[in-house]
């Protein structure tokens, strides 16, 4: 294990594309929350009546609706090279020729990833929370604040897990990548366009299903409130518990796939 640990670490950090993807997803955030905090003013955060306008800067806005996880698909991408660049460049027989503990190869990959992406989602939540204390007015933080900034770094994380897990299934490292990105822009959107339809038409009740959505799902759980999931009692929600359930299920699926597709299938 400690040998397939100090390949990974010297993977990860000798590569270029993991510092664009870490640079780019803390710049485009930081670019983000500056534009929140200079926007922003007492007056807007009273009228909103939003006590914890400040997690919405310090997440880059990702703890309301209107924002994605503008740092995700950074990392979602990330995940993929990790194990992508192994069936890229043909590295992939070398490497478990080298270490050929399967297990301890994918768990070293996934470590290194998860701590490279808590790292980097470190310091964006540093970044962030720097321009709220120096362009907002009257910035508050509370103990409220710390369930959507760690669910925003467990979906960071678990996007980024699904990125590594999928270029395992693919076997290709462009193809995990436009599947692990297109799920939660184009297949989620479509689906709940259709349910909703379909609820509006008929029984809205199957609306609901709309929660079994996992990247959805994980998203709802960093809302600050997460009452802005309901959008105004629009949706009816299965509450903050359920949601980070989904998501992390979802993820787990996928990595199960992952790790059953690395072990089972021939080099």
């Known amino acids: 294990?400690?040998?397939a640990l100090k390949y990974e670490w010297v993977r990860i950090r000798t590569i270029a594309s993991s510092y664009w993807m870490s640079g780019l997803a803390i710049g485009l955030s930081a670019a983000t929350a500056l534009l929140i905090a200079l926007f922003s003013s007492a007056g807007d955060i009273e009228e909103l009546n939003i006590v914890q306008f400040t997690s919405w800067v310090v997440t880059a806005g990702a703890s309301f609706p209107l924002i994605p996880v503008l740092a995700a698909p950074f990392f979602a991408t990330m995940g993929a090279m990790a194990m992508g660049h192994e069936?890229?460049?043909?590295?992939n027989k070398a490497?478990?020729?080298?270490?050929?503990?399967r297990v301890a190869v994918y768990a070293a990959k996934v470590i290194i990833l998860v701590g490279w992406v808590t790292a980097a989602?470190?310091?964006i939540l540093l970044l962030d929370l720097a321009m709220a204390w120096l362009f907002m007015s009257n910035p508050t933080l509370s103990s409220d604040a710390i369930r959507p900034v760690v669910n925003y770094w467990g979906y960071c994380v678990g996007f980024a897990?699904?990125?590594?897990?999928?270029?395992?299934v693919f076997r290709n490292q462009t193809g995990a990548i436009v599947a692990v990105l297109v799920w939660p822009y184009v297949i989620e959107p479509i689906i709940y366009g259709v349910l909703g339809a379909i609820g509006s038409s008929s029984d809205a009740g199957i609306i609901r299903l709309t929660n079994l959505?996992?990247?959805?799902?994980?998203?709802?759980?960093?809302?600050d409130p997460y009452e802005l999931a309901g959008f105004g009692g629009a949706i009816d929600t299965w509450g903050v518990g359920a949601s980070t359930l989904v998501f992390w299920v979802g993820v787990l699926i996928v990595v199960g796939a992952g790790v059953a597709s690395f072990i089972n299938r021939d080099a």
């Not at 959805?216 to 809302?223: E, H, T, V």
Request: hydrophobic share 45%.
């Open 1 to 3: 294990m400690t040998g």
């Open 87 to 91: 069936y890229r460049y043909g590295t």
């Open 95 to 101: 490497t478990l020729t080298a270490l050929p503990d």
């Open 121 to 123: 989602v470190a310091a």
């Open 161 to 168: 897990l699904a990125g590594l897990s999928l270029s395992a």
């Open 213 to 223: 959505l996992p990247s959805s799902a994980g998203r709802r759980s960093i809302f």
